[in-house]
């Protein structure tokens, strides 16, 4: 997935370590399933989650630029504003939809990067429940 923030457009791909040391996985859930359309959640939502998930989803092919240390989390809060403040300065503009931004991201999480392999191979390795006839269909 490409996202164009500024005059750079940035290719994103969440990466294992940085998705879960960055407990990435568990902000996106909670993010999802609090949306109530209160301002808090959407507050959380683009103030915390969004550029969060952006972030990480740096890591992998520009850690030149945006890296910080998975173990001690050091720079993570400077990136994380560079991030912020990126963003801000394109929603403000009206040149990025933060909501089709989150959704495109999540999308993105989901169906291409280690998480969308992981719940695939789950998908195909259940069986399916075995059916027992009931007693009534045998007493005839």
């Not at 173990?71 to 909501?99: A, H, P, R, W």
């Not at 169906?111 to 719940?119: E, G, I, R, V």
């Not at 695939?120 to 069986?127: D, F, I, L, S």
Request: hydrophobic content about 30%; glycine content about 4%.
């Amino acid at each position: 997935m490409k996202v164009k923030l500024g005059n750079s457009e940035y290719s994103i791909k969440f990466g294992f370590k940085p998705t879960l040391k960055s407990h990435l996985i568990k902000d996106v859930s909670e993010s999802v399933s609090e949306q109530d359309g209160s301002l808090e959640s959407v507050e959380k939502l683009l103030l915390e989650t969004l550029p969060k998930m952006l972030l990480v989803g740096l890591q992998v092919s520009h850690k030149d630029e945006f890296g910080y240390d998975y173990e001690t989390e050091e720079g993570y809060d400077e990136q994380f504003q560079k991030v912020l403040d990126m963003l801000s300065e394109k929603i403000d503009n009206g040149e990025i939809n933060c909501l089709e931004l989150f959704n495109e991201l999540e999308s993105e999480l989901e169906s291409n990067s280690f998480l969308a392999q992981m719940m695939e191979t789950e998908k195909k390795n259940r069986t399916p429940a075995k059916k027992t006839p009931s007693k009534t269909a045998n007493k005839n």
